[in-house]
């Protein structure tokens, strides 16, 4: 069972900048996939970013890509999203989520964390 606690969101004028980070209480942290998800009100839930254990392992939803980053620290269990030129359409609940590298589903979620963008 793995556990996760997001935090960081908040309210941002479009343009700006935050940072969400997840914690996860796992022992095996690096046998995860770690990934963002957000949800819009009205809308289905999205991928937004995925990252492996190694650099090459990067994914980003193209709506995001050269605004976003994904990142982690093994040492921390920790992960981290970096928005960027933050847009309207960003505003959404933002899920951390985990999978084991071995699984095809999300298997872990986070409760959320909301960013909400100002135009």
């Known amino acids: 069972q793995v556990q996760l606690v997001e935090s960081g969101g908040g309210l941002v004028q479009a343009g700006g900048s935050l940072r969400l980070s997840c914690t996860a209480s796992t022992s095996t942290f690096s046998t995860y996939i770690m990934g963002w998800f957000r949800q819009a009100p009205g809308k289905e839930r999205e991928f937004v970013a995925a990252r492996g254990f190694s650099t090459t392992s990067i994914y980003y939803n193209d709506s995001v890509k050269d605004r976003f980053t994904i990142s982690r620290d093994n040492r921390k269990n920790m992960v981290y999203l970096q928005m960027n030129s933050l847009k309207p359409e960003d505003a959404a609940l933002y899920y951390c989520?985990?999978?084991?590298?071995?699984?095809?589903?999300?298997?872990?979620w986070g409760q959320g964390t909301q960013v909400t963008v100002s135009s």
């Open positions: 989520a985990a999978k084991h590298f071995a699984s095809t589903d999300w298997n872990y």
